[in-house]
């Protein structure tokens, strides 16, 4: 389970963003608390991770707390 995210923030918008960590890109789904609390695009960013996992998606959210 991914639980703790720390690289550059490549893209934020009031519902994502991408964060790459050692080459890769992860996509989170982010609230509207979170999306205030990040940095500008470019810079290092750490997120707190929920990793929810179904049998059709993996998807990860990040919550206040950052």
Not at 21 to 45: E, N, Q
């Amino acid at each position: 389970m991914i639980a703790h995210l720390r690289g550059r923030l490549f893209s934020k918008s009031p519902n994502q963003a991408i964060v790459e960590c050692a080459g890769v890109g992860y996509d989170i789904t982010i609230s509207v608390a979170p999306f205030s609390a990040l940095p500008a695009a470019g810079v290092d960013a750490t997120l707190h991770i929920h990793t929810h996992v179904r049998e059709d998606q993996l998807a990860l959210f990040a919550f206040s707390g950052l």
